[in-house]
């Protein structure tokens, strides 16, 4: 998929997008394409980013100045049972995304995740602290990261939590749906993390890498809050009167273990001279009242 626009000259910076037809790619597209870049925005289907060669014919082609590598296996159980194919994905494809990013000269972001903490701290996590993956999906997300650091100059790793947006399955949109469909519902309350609006992430996405501030960066909305406390929130804002009620970790289990606190401390940020997110809160209202999501 190729978007093109007429660019001012001022503005000719051409973009490389991988997982476009992603939850946060398919916003990304959207919102660079009005900012007037000249945006090249690829599908799983359309670059294999498993397959080097396939990697260097779509760059020789396209010559990008920024890469925004957002493609990923990112079913978290799924990856507990796909080891290879988790790591050929988001470690062996981020090297190959690396290496030929490098060798044009273009800026790379690339797009990660809370769950490269192991989720066993109590206060907020800053990107200057140690990673300690639980599950096979984080481990593979730090092997992407230790591939972008190692094999390439100009970088944004930008790590992201609990993320939610118009497209795609999410959190958010499961909610409602169950909302319609059941009077009671039990969920989480001992998983405390920041959830992420795709199209806030997408604009402080752009406004780093505008810049030459390398380096890695946590963004979330700001504040936190339980899932339970997430549904909560959901709830009220569409005035849904449901049961609501809190369960443990434990009364869910699943193939993949969750970090139990994944919140982060937007540190970088504040370093480079970026504005804060939003709360989350006003981000969730923002997108139920005019996203078109709930019908």
């Not at 992603?22 to 359309?46: H, P």
């Not at 992201?160 to 949109?173: A, D, H, Q």
Request: glycine share 6%.
């Amino acid at each position: 998929m190729k978007n093109n626009m007429e660019k001012s000259p001022m503005s000719r910076d051409k973009i490389l997008i991988t997982g476009a037809k992603g939850q946060l790619g398919t916003d990304l597209v959207s919102l660079l394409n009005k900012c007037n870049y000249i945006v090249y925005g690829y599908s799983r289907k359309e670059l294999d980013i498993t397959k080097l060669e396939n990697v260097q014919e779509i760059f020789e082609e396209v010559k990008p100045n920024i890469v925004i590598h957002a493609g990923a296996h990112t079913k978290v159980d799924l990856a507990e049972l796909e080891q290879d194919n988790t790591y050929l994905i988001n470690a062996i494809g981020t090297r190959n995304i690396s290496i030929e990013a490098e060798k044009h000269g273009a800026k790379l972001v690339y797009i990660s995740t809370d769950y490269v903490f192991n989720g066993q701290g109590k206060e907020p996590y800053n990107e200057f602290q140690s990673t300690s993956p639980l599950g096979i999906y984080g481990k593979s997300k730090l092997a992407g990261e230790e591939f972008v650091r190692d094999l390439h100059s100009k970088f944004f790793i930008v790590r992201t939590s609990w993320v939610y947006g118009e497209n795609g399955n999410n959190f958010v949109k499961t909610m409602l749906k169950l909302g319609k469909e059941k009077d009671e519902l039990s969920v989480v309350y001992d998983q405390i993390g920041c959830p992420t609006f795709t199209v806030d992430l997408s604009n402080k996405i752009i406004e780093i890498m505008s810049t030459e501030n390398y380096g890695t960066y946590h963004v979330s909305n700001s504040g936190s809050c339980s899932w339970y406390e997430f549904a909560e929130e959901i709830f009220r804002l569409v005035n849904i009167n449901i049961e609501l009620k809190p369960v443990t970790t434990d009364q869910f289990p699943r193939p993949a273990k969750r970090p139990a606190y994944s919140v982060f401390d937007h540190m970088s940020l504040r370093l480079n001279g970026f504005s804060e997110m939003r709360h989350w809160k006003t981000a969730l209202k923002d997108f139920v009242e005019n996203h078109n999501i709930y019908k």
